[in-house]
């Protein structure tokens, strides 16, 4: 994108000589053409091009492209979000939208529905998972060639408005037909929230979203009455939100007056952000999970409950942005995320990792960091020049903490290589497991009447573990035998998670992935 825009760019300046130089040499009056002054002068290039180039130009993708290039010379961070983009990205941290409430696959063109969102329209309509969807309006929409921008086109809309569907239930030959009325559906950013041990809670918080606080004070209060005295908060995979909501989180957690962040930049006087005397997890012990992409809005979190010593962080150094963006959207749907300030966590550090060799560097240092081995060894990483250099900084009871390049963990636990193969990612990105549970498993999951039964009696031995390659192999014709063998006992954790999920939701699906987690289980002996 960025070689793109500047060979397009260039390319524009060079038109706009040629005009010039046209003009000299024709018998035109030059005077008829006004002198550009230098004020806005990337807008009047484009308006030039949109007024006089000799062919039909798609002047907006070259604008964004422009503009993105130019942000991206900024900060790895501040860009160009195009209208569709932009909705996704605020649908996302708002903790909703207007359409029906399903998650689904799309296997051999047809949609099939694998979840569908409690209390939202198609739950109510009476929408099940494994239900295929054949026809929309009439017409025929299974075996159209569907891609996800067309199911996300056909199925959200205004408020109010109705969707007729032709259903085809598993196992039933004849078509059901529903009148769906589109409604506000609750997406919300806390994927499972159970007791993994006698008193201990599990929360896993997949992004920081305007509802993130309001979800997760409801989920505490079910646990706080199921016993619980002790909490694991699961953040990694999370790649952060609104810094409002981090903060809010924060103050779940800590006593008045406590300093949980504070922002700044040229433009952006000091900004401090302090815990107030509302939180609801004041004493109780915690620990905190992240991982090499816990990013932003965790860091904040993570980075303020270590520099208080609050929390036990557990798992692997996060990602390291420490810069925030205010979004300034457009009256077409796009909007600028641009960089206003950086936040500096209590101790006065800042996690941001450096940018100065460009942004092909920035956005390899996570390679870098599984080629130098640091996520399988904590002495890798320590090694570092960045963390070699004495610290000025430290935690309130005096521990050493970095910065400049993310949270280290308090206890380093390494990555397992077995579910970082590119076998387990091609699987995923071809949605194989949910497409075997639907294909192959789905009648058999019947026979347990309770997701406790579920976990506690089914397992996936060798025999269907070689029918899942099988099936696997129609869609993925070349698989690694020595990958097969590494990642064997993690392809079998994940049949069964796919399988968990699709008759009972996320919780159970987490608490079969959750199962034999080892960065969970030293967060589990953190907090005893």
Known sequence: MKRTAAIIFKYIILLLAG??????????????HKLFTGSNK???????????????VNVDSIEGATVNDMLQNLDPHSLYLPPQQALSINEKLEGGYNGIGIEYVLLRDTLVITQVTPQGPAAKAG???????????????????L???????????????QLLLSVLAPQKGALKFYVISRGHVDESSLDAAYMVAPVTG????????????ADFRVVLAKLKKQGMQKLVLDLRDNGGGYLNTATALADEFLTKNKLIVYTKGIHEPRTDYLATDSGKFQQGKLAVLINEYS????????????????????????????????????????????TVARYYTPSGRSIQKSYKNGI????????????KGELISEQNYLNDS?????????????????????????????????????????LSNQQLFSAYVIDRLQPSLKKYPSEDDFLKQYSVNDQELGDFIMYASQTIKEMDSQELLISKPYLKTLIKSFAARFNWGDNAFYKSLNADDPVLRKGIEAVK
């Not at 005009?19 to 008829?32: E, H, P, R």
């Not at 891609?147 to 408005?161: E, L, M, Q």
């Not at 599990?202 to 979203?209: D, G, Q, R």
């Open 295 to 338: 990013a932003s809005a965790s860091e904040i979190l993570s980075g303020a409950l270590q520099d208080l010593d609050r929390a036990v962080i557990v798992g692997r150094r996060s990602f390291g942005k420490g810069l925030v963006q205010e979004q300034f959207p457009f009256d077409d749907g796009s909007a600028v995320n641009l």
């Open 360 to 371: 092909e560097s920035y956005r390899n240092e996570l390679a870098d960091r599984v080629r």
């Open 202 to 213: 599990y929360i896993k918080i997949s992004k920081f979203a305007s509802t993130t606080d």
């Open 19 to 32: 005009i010039a130089i046209g003009l000299l040499l024709s018998d035109n009056d030059f005077s008829k």
């Open 386 to 426: 960045t963390f070699k250099r004495p610290s000025p900084y430290h935690t309130s009871t005096g521990r050493k903490v970095f910065s400049g390049g993310g949270i280290m963990p308090d206890v380093f636990v390494p990555a397992d290589t077995a579910h970082r193969t590119v076998l387990i990612q091609e």
């Open 42 to 56: 990337v807008s009047k290039v484009l308006q030039l091009v949109r007024d006089t180039y000799v062919d039909s």
């Open 147 to 161: 891609t996800i921008d067309r199911v996300s086109k056909t199925f959200r809309g205004a408020k109010d408005s």
């Open 127 to 145: 929408l099940m998972p494994g239900d295929k969807v054949i026809e929309v309006a009439h017409e025929k929409f299974s075996g159209t060639h």
